[in-house]
C-alpha cells in the first residue's frame, strides 16, 4: 500500500468541487439525448463487494417518470463522500478504523451512466467511474486517481436479470481488465408488501492484472432488504439492509490461496430533494454505513481485519 498523504479540510473542498465538476461536465454532454425512465438513486447500481459503480443488476427502486420523446435514452450521475475505497474487500487507500467520509484517507467518487433501451427486456449502458482524492500524488493528473470506463448489457426475463459487463480501470499509469456476469432476482412484493429481498450472484473474472495481480475470481452473493416508506407521497424514503459474501479462486487480492474473502451487511438511506424543480432531472441524497470483515489470510494488505465504512451521496437522473 502507497504511502498515504495527509489531508487537510482545504483539500477536501477540494475533492468536493472536482467531484461535483467531473459528474457535472459528463451531465452536460449527455442531457441533450432526451428524458427517461428515472434512475433508482444512488444506491442502486452499486455492487455490495466494491465501491465502483457498475450497473449489472436491476434497480431495486424504479419510480418511473411519464414516458416522454428520447425516453429509450437514460442518464444518472452523482457523487459518492466515502470514508474508504473498498475493491473486493480490500481497503484501497488504508483507512482502516477511521470511519468518517471526510476522514484523511477518504475520498470521493464521481460516476454517470448513459443507458440505452433497445427493448422491454433488452438494455446497454455506458459507465464512466472516478476515483478522485490527494492520498498519495496522481497517476494520472492533478487529484484524480482512477478512471474506470465500463461497458455492459442486462437481459431481463420475467423477475431474473441476467448481466454483462466488461470492465476496464485505469490507475496507476496501468490498466486492469475484467469481465462480469450478474444474476439477480426481483422479489417485490412477494412476501410482504413493499418489501423486496433482492439477491443477486455476481462473477467477476480478472483477466489482466497490475503489477503482480494474476488472473482470478471473485464469486459473490449478495441480498438487499428494501424496504419502503411515504409511499404514497413525494417524499418517498427508501431504507435498505445490504449483505454479501465473497469467495476468491487463487490469490485474488494477494492471500493464501482461494476461499472465503469477505463479508458485509450495511443500512442504508436515500430520499428525494423534492425542494429540485423537476425541470433539472430527479434528485436523490443518500447515507450508508457498511460493518466489514476481512481476515488477513484472504487480504493480507488491509491495515484492519474489521471495519466500518460511511458514506453521504447524490445524485441525479433523466
Known sequence: MLDSIRTS???????????????????????????????????????????????ILPPTDPAPLPPRVGDKLSFSSGVDFSSHFISFGADVWG??????PFSDE??????????????DEFSGFVNIWNDINNNVESGIG?????????????????????????????????EEKAVELSVSFSD????????????????HYRYDGIGA??????????????????????????????????????????????????????VSASFPLTFIPEGYGAWTAGLSATLWHTPDDAIPGNPDETFVVTALSVGLSF
Not at 417485490?188 to 462473477?203: E, I, K, R, T, Y
Open 9 to 55: 479540510g482545504c483539500a477536501h473542498v477540494r475533492i468536493a468541487t472536482a467531484a461535483i465538476v467531473a459528474a457535472a461536465a459528463i451531465w452536460i454532454v449527455a442531457e441533450p439525448v432526451g428524458a427517461q425512465d428515472a434512475a433508482p438513486g444512488v444506491d442502486a447500481a452499486k455492487k455490495e463487494g466494491d465501491s465502483r459503480q457498475t450497473p
Open 106 to 119: 477518504s475520498t470521493a467518487f464521481a460516476y454517470s451512466t448513459l443507458t440505452a433501451k433497445f427493448s
Open 142 to 174: 492533478g487529484e484524480l486517481q482512477e478512471v474506470d470506463v465500463n461497458v455492459g448489457g442486462n437481459y431481463t426475463y420475467e423477475k431474473f436479470t441476467f448481466g454483462l459487463a466488461h470492465n476496464y480501470w485505469i490507475y496507476s499509469g496501468e
Open 213 to 266: 495481480q494474476e488472473e482470478a475470481m471473485v464469486v459473490q452473493l449478495g441480498v438487499r432488504p428494501t424496504f419502503y416508506f411515504r409511499e404514497d407521497t413525494d417524499e418517498k424514503i427508501t431504507l435498505a439492509v445490504p449483505a454479501s459474501v465473497g469467495f476468491f479462486t487463487d490469490d485474488y487480492q494477494g492471500g493464501e490461496g482461494g476461499g472465503f474473502g469477505y463479508v458485509n451487511v450495511g
Open 188 to 203: 417485490a412484493d412477494v412476501f410482504a408488501d413493499g418489501f423486496a429481498l433482492n439477491p443477486s450472484l455476481l462473477l
Open 95 to 100: 483507512g482502516g478504523n477511521e470511519a468518517y
